[in-house]
Nanobody
Framework: QVHLVESGGGLVQPGGSLRLSCVASGFTFSTNPMNWYRQIPGKARELVAA????????VIVDSVKGRFTISSDNSKNTVYLQMNNPAPTATAMYYC???????WGQGTQVTVSS
């Protein structure tokens, strides 16, 4: 059974940093791509970042490029989202996704506010 557990969310001030983690189990993490999405109430979930199974190919959407990075550690079955100097508009629930398994984590809330 696929299981994704996010952690690391919380309150961060503009200019600060936050690192989200997502631990995966129930499938072969090292051979699968992973995604980070976010969602604010009343809006559709949107892709934020993606990483390929080889840990080298990444995609960051334009709205957060230069502020967010995605990485993974196959030895820990974990994908990360590093958020540096996030804008207040980055406030959202963040979800990791295993797209080939069509699975989602439960989400972790990020609030950017002074």
């Amino acid at each position: 059974q696929v299981h994704l557990v996010e952690s690391g969310g919380g309150l961060v001030q503009p200019g600060g940093s936050l690192r989200l983690s997502c631990v995966a189990s129930g499938f072969t993490f090292s051979t699968n791509p992973m995604n980070w999405y976010r969602q604010i109430p009343g809006k559709a979930r949107e892709l934020v970042a993606a990483i390929s199974s080889n840990e080298r190919d990444t995609v960051i959407v334009d709205s957060v490029k230069g502020r967010f990075t995605i990485s993974s550690d196959n030895s820990k079955n974990t994908v990360y989202l590093q958020m540096n100097n996030p804008a207040p508009t980055a406030t959202a629930m963040y979800y990791c996704q295993a797209p080939r398994q069509r699975s989602w984590g439960q989400g972790t809330q990020v609030t950017v506010s002074s």
